[in-house]
């Protein structure tokens, strides 16, 4: 594709509710990252797959937090029970090889209400 | 943790002045990277750096490296209202490469 897309593009959940979030990479992309931008804050670090394996998850801040690629190309980022502190903005990265530049969609923001 | 530091964190000039970034690592990085962000947009890389003391320019804008490769530049030349965003430093720990460490960005204004 023509770059890193992400949807929704925006989403308001209510406090509890699950949240998906998409991610496509950019096609031939091995690495994917996906991080969290708060307001006013640089990206921190949520997880990282090589292919479809999920090498580094160290930076996912509860076990409410999930994210897959199964395949090694589409990848979701699942919040569980979510809470009003999850409202942030989710960039999902992606590159070849990693490291290197890494290719920023335009992002998911969240508002938990 | 390893912490990568940017100074200062806001900055107001007047279109025409110039403009520096500065970059702080705890540790020794393999590379570094600069970024920007538009207000409301997604971070865009700028420019990679890997060699020690390297220094690179695009047309206003010139990246250096540090010697010890743990601190790094922006400097843009002449400011235009279109260099207004935040400019991020990210790094590779040089024992790991997977993971990005950012900076917490300098958000640039820029009065007409």
């Known amino acids: 594709g023509a770059g890193v897309s992400q949807s929704p593009r925006y989403k308001v959940a209510k406090r509890g509710q699950d949240v998906a979030l998409r991610c496509d990479p950019i096609s031939g992309h091995v690495s994917l990252f996906w991080y969290q931008q708060a307001l006013g804050q640089g990206p921190e670090f949520l997880t990282y797959?090589?292919?479809?394996?999920?090498?580094?998850k160290s930076g996912l801040p509860s076990d409410r937090f999930f994210a897959e690629r199964p395949e090694g190309s589409v990848s979701t980022l699942k919040i569980q029970r979510t809470q009003k502190e999850d409202s942030a903005v989710y960039l999902c990265?992606?590159?070849?090889?990693?490291?290197?530049?890494?290719?920023f969609g335009p992002g998911t923001r969240l508002l938990v209400l | 943790g390893q912490q990568v530091m940017q100074i200062p964190q806001y900055q107001h000039v007047q279109e025409g002045e110039d403009f520096t970034t500065y970059c702080n690592s705890s540790t020794t990085l393999s590379n570094i990277q600069w970024y920007k962000q538009r207000p409301g947009g997604h971070p865009v890389f700028l420019i990679q750096?890997?060699?020690s003391g390297e220094v690179k320019k695009q047309k206003r804008l010139t990246f250096q490296f540090g010697e010890a490769k743990k601190n790094s530049s922006l400097h843009i030349t002449a400011t235009q209202t279109t260099d207004v965003g935040t400019y991020f430093c990210a790094g590779y720990n040089a024992g790991n490469n997977r993971k990005l460490i950012w900076g917490l960005g300098t958000s640039l204004a820029v009065n007409p």
């Open positions: 990265a992606s590159s070849y090889p990693s490291p290197g530049t890494q290719y």
């Open positions: 797959f090589q292919n479809e394996a999920q090498l580094d």
């Open positions: 750096l890997v060699k």
